[in-house]
């Protein structure tokens, strides 16, 4: 339940490629803007504090649900590669009229990566990348996939929901509140929760193509502009030899590693990281458009 005085996000969406994506804006729209990319599986809703805590020290945070994710429209064809994301992520941005921060956590911060990466011209004013790195741990990701289609009959209750994520991620206190949890989950016409995704993104093909390290390395290379890598000291995704190859690569990179959280950086010590990206972009902010 959301506390007494705090605000509540305006709804916003974008037109993108034949598809609707949803998001959550906070803050004042002038301000200089944020905007928070979610992984593989999860929602905007993984952003929640984390915007409030931008929209309060002066920026515009949008919270976006993916292509396939939450309530954003799922891709009648199926495609889920990382182009398609890269793609949608590039006719989101123009509708902003000065160039925001990408802030992306796993699948996301590989879309920002690539989109920023590759483009002739920067088309951001910073990149926080959360857990993620152009190589990375396959176990670690196998984990995920693992997780992620283990339910297909989906759960029969919240609570049971809960069981799985408290035995996927148990380092992370159980929340006695759930509704934080049902915002991640879609109640079928069977009465079942299932994740709040299209089962079609766990496409062996889209899986293999978000992990070309090589692409990814080249992207890393050409990046511009100021650069903020994430990890969670407990992740089984990026290890401290992935986060050295990475800022070998990108020799500007400030680099913060999150005791006591896992890949699921925000979620774990959602504090921690808020501060740690705060601060960064106490820099970036001075030499941003007051719109």
């Known amino acids: ?18 598809l609707q994506l949803v998001g959550d804006a906070w803050g004042e729209q002038g301000a200089p803007p944020v905007l928070l990319l979610h992984g593989g599986g999860q929602t905007r809703h993984a952003w929640g504090e984390t915007a409030r805590v931008l929209a309060a020290q002066g920026w515009y945070a949008i919270t976006l649900d993916l292509r396939g994710h939450g309530e954003s429209d799922w891709a009648p064809d199926g495609n889920y590669t990382i182009d398609a994301f890269v793609a949608d992520l590039r006719q989101v941005l123009a509708h902003f009229d000065h160039p925001p921060v990408l802030v992306g956590a796993s699948l996301g911060g590989i879309t920002a990566l690539l989109t920023e990466g590759e483009a002739p011209q920067p088309v951001s004013t910073a990149v ?6 152009p190589r990375v741990n396959p176990q670690g990701v196998e984990r995920i996939r693992a997780f992620m289609t283990a339910k297909p009959e989906g759960f029969a209750s919240l609570e049971e929901a809960a069981e799985a994520v408290a035995a996927y991620l148990p380092h992370r206190p159980r929340p006695k509140d759930l509704s934080g949890l049902a915002k991640n989950l ?27 390290p090589e692409r990814l390395l080249a992207a890393a290379r050409s990046l511009r502009v100021p650069t903020l890598l994430v990890r969670g000291k407990l992740s089984d995704i990026v290890s401290e030899e992935t986060a050295a190859e990475f800022l070998a690569a990108v020799p500007h990179a400030r680099y913060v590693d999150v005791a006591g959280a896992g890949h699921m950086v925000a979620g774990d010590q959602n504090d921690i990281f808020s501060q740690a990206v705060i601060e960064f972009l106490c820099g970036v902010k001075t030499h941003a458009p007051a719109g």
């Not at 339940?1 to 490629?17: A, I």
């Not at 926080?128 to 790195?133: F, R």
């Not at 496409?203 to 978000?210: G, I, Q, S």
């Open 1 to 18: 339940m959301l506390e007494p005085n705090k605000p509540l996000p305006q709804r916003v969406r974008y037109r993108v490629n034949g």
């Open 186 to 212: 879609r109640r079928g016409p069977d009465g079942r929760y299932r994740w709040h995704w299209d089962p079609q993104l766990m496409n062996p093909t889209r899986f293999a193509r978000a992990r070309d």
């Open 128 to 133: 926080v990348l959360v857990d993620i790195t």
